[in-house]
Every structure is written in C-alpha cells, then in structure tokens.
C-alpha cells in the first residue's frame, strides 16, 4: 500500500478558533454536515479538536470552545503513508487524525476515508506465507 495521507485526506477542513462558542461550533458542523472540527490558533496549528459527542445538550450556547475541546490531537503529515494514520486511529481508538503540513492544519483524515481504500481495490491484503524451499529431512 503506497497511498499517502495526502491522496485521501479532505482538503477543504473547516476549523475554529478556541474564544468561539459552543453554539457557533453546532451551527458550523451541522451547516457542513461533518462531526468535528479541529481548533486552531493563530498561526493555523491544531491545539485541539471538538466532535459532537463534546457538544452534551447541557452546555450553555456561549461557553467558549477552549473550556471543552480535547486538547491532544493526533496529527500525521501529509506525506505519510496512510498506514501511518491507519496505526494512530487503531493504537489511541479515535476516528480521525489531524493533518498537517509545517505544523498547519491541511486536511483531516477519518476511518471512513481509509475504507475508502479496501472499496475502491487500492489496497490489497497480503497472500498467505508462500511454503519452505527448504525440504525437511526424513528421518529413516
């Protein structure tokens, strides 16, 4: 499997900022039909992420994003194998990873685009062990 991050990853990722609210965070997945964001400061480097299952129906709409946010994001390069990101989602049990280019966010990278992988044909699992060359010895 040669695939890199970059041929699957989602380009066009929305991001937030940690002062933005909870509510503007429900509006902004819900418009773009997705189920988290990355949160980025300044200069565009993740320093966490929000899916739905952190926005519970009791937050109050204007607590500020940075109170909720999971603040270790996993990240992966863009150049990366995708088995890279594939052992990262398998190893910490999460369904994304952050990518990122010089440290900014560039894409997003979920489970479901790896399966995208196994339904396209692009990646193909290994045969079975191919058997000894080697003769084993009889024993008279």
Same mark, same amino acid.
Request: hydrophobic letters at 40%; aromatic letters at 2%; zero cysteines.
């Given at each position: 499997?040669?695939?890199?991050?970059?041929?699957?990853?989602?380009?066009?990722?929305?991001?937030?900022?940690?002062?933005?609210?909870?509510?503007?965070?429900?509006?902004?997945?819900? $418009? %773009?039909?997705?189920?988290?964001?990355? =949160? #980025?400061?300044?200069?565009?480097?993740? *320093? @966490?992420?929000? !899916?739905?299952?952190d926005?519970?129906?009791?937050?109050?709409?204007?607590?500020?994003?940075?109170?909720?946010m999971?603040?270790?994001?996993?990240?992966?390069?863009?150049?990366?194998?995708?088995?890279?990101?594939?052992?990262?989602? $398998? %190893?910490?049990?999460?369904?994304?990873? =952050? #990518?990122?280019?010089?440290?900014?966010? *560039? @894409?997003i990278? !979920?489970?479901?685009?790896?399966?995208?992988?196994?339904?396209?044909?692009?990646?193909?699992?290994?045969?079975?062990?191919?058997?000894?060359?080697?003769?084993?010895?009889?024993?008279?």
């Amino acid at each position: 499997m040669n695939a890199k991050v970059a041929d699957l990853m989602t380009e066009s990722v929305v991001t937030t900022q940690p002062h933005v609210t909870v509510e503007h965070v429900r509006q902004m997945l819900e $418009r %773009n039909g997705i189920s988290a964001i990355p =949160v #980025v400061d300044s200069d565009g480097a993740p *320093v @966490g992420i929000v !899916s739905t299952t952190d926005l519970v129906p009791s937050l109050k709409p204007g607590t500020p994003i940075r109170l909720i946010m999971t603040e270790k994001v996993y990240t992966v390069p863009q150049y990366d194998d995708v088995s890279t990101a594939a052992r990262i989602m $398998r %190893n910490h049990k999460i369904h994304r990873v =952050v #990518v990122t280019h010089e440290k900014r966010v *560039v @894409g997003i990278l !979920s489970a479901f685009d790896l399966l995208e992988l196994v339904e396209n044909h692009r990646f193909v699992a290994k045969g079975q062990p191919t058997p000894s060359s080697k003769r084993s010895a009889k024993k008279s």
